[in-house]
């Protein structure tokens, strides 16, 4: 992150932490409570991969839904955990809870039904919806530095995907899924 990015979140965090004083919380754990959330679901659907006699019966709905938060394997969970930690605790200090889950399981499910449309298999697509809605909000203080991101952001994504297609459809999906929800829900217009 470029120095006037950095300085533009550690200010919005200052800004919370004061709020959340005044309203009566105490430390980080208020801050963060969405984020620690899906993690928390994100470990869910990985127990829940690891024994594939209980999925063996879903409709094609139901897939999509678990893979939102299903990473594809214990490397999965750990890159989509940090992810959201990362980029995820960003956010939630310039969006309300509901705009942060919408892009969160919107874009997962986006992202999950053109990856499984185009014959993939795996998951945790939400965390580069998280993605998404982090670039929007980021460019309405610092569009360079957003652009910056979302080109770094792309390269993860060629990386993570193997290069294959239904992978990168699906991570695209997320992503433009992620940053049109944060656009038309005005994240960061606090």
């Known amino acids: 992150m470029d120095q006037d990015t950095n300085d533009f979140w550690q200010g919005k965090k200052r800004q919370m932490m004061s709020n ?3 309203r009566g919380s105490r430390g980080w754990n208020g801050n963060n409570r969405v984020t620690l959330a899906l993690i928390a679901l994100e470990i869910i659907g990985w ?8 999925l063996v019966h879903l409709t094609r709905v139901e897939a999509i839904l678990l ?12 890159f989509a955990g940090f992810f959201i930690w990362i ?10 809870w509901w705009q942060y889950l919408l892009v969160f ?3 997962g499910i986006v992202g999950s039904t053109v990856m499984i449309i185009m014959g993939g298999a795996g998951g945790a697509l939400a965390a580069f ?20 991101w979302a080109l770094f952001l792309l390269l993860i994504n060629v990386v993570l995907s193997g290069f294959q297609p239904a992978s990168l459809l699906g991570m695209a999906g997320a992503f433009g899924t992620g940053l049109g929800l944060a656009w038309t829900t005005g994240i960061g217009e606090r």
């Open 20 to 22: 959340n004083r005044s």
């Open 47 to 54: 127990l829940l991969g690891n024994f594939p006699g209980l």
């Open 67 to 78: 893979t939102t938060i299903m990473p594809g394997g214990l490397l999965g969970l750990i």
């Open 87 to 96: 980029v995820g605790s960003q956010l939630e200090i310039v969006a309300k």
């Open 105 to 107: 399981f919107g874009s």
């Open 129 to 148: 919806g998280l993605a998404g809605g982090y670039v929007y909000a980021m460019s309405r203080y610092n569009y360079g530095a957003a652009v910056q």
